[in-house]
């Protein structure tokens, strides 16, 4: 198949990616307005600073995982 049917992967794939540096960049420069949003504490009210720094982490890092591992099977398929 050609490449340019896995075109919506890659688009998808580059917005996880982008996602993930954001989200761990965020966590490790502990930027003010990323953790004080209204909207974030409403889901995370039980959470304080130090461990939501801990979680946005994770999270971004799966993301970046979850990027490259699905860029790498989007390859394998067209090998």
């Known amino acids: 198949m050609a490449a340019e049917a896995y075109l919506f992967n890659y ?3 580059g917005f996880l990616l982008l996602g993930g540096i ?3 960049y965020m966590s ?3 930027v003010d307005w990323f953790f004080t949003s209204p909207h974030i504490r ?3 009210y039980k959470l304080n600073r130090q461990q939501l720094r801990y979680l946005y982490a994770i999270l971004g890092g799966c993301c970046i995982v ?3 591992y699905f860029f790498l099977e ?3 398929l067209l090998a």
């Open 22 to 24: 954001g989200m761990l």
């Open 28 to 30: 490790l420069k502990n």
């Open 74 to 76: 989007t390859r394998a």
């Open 66 to 68: 979850f990027a490259v």
């Open 11 to 13: 688009i998808i794939q």
């Open 42 to 44: 409403n889901y995370f």
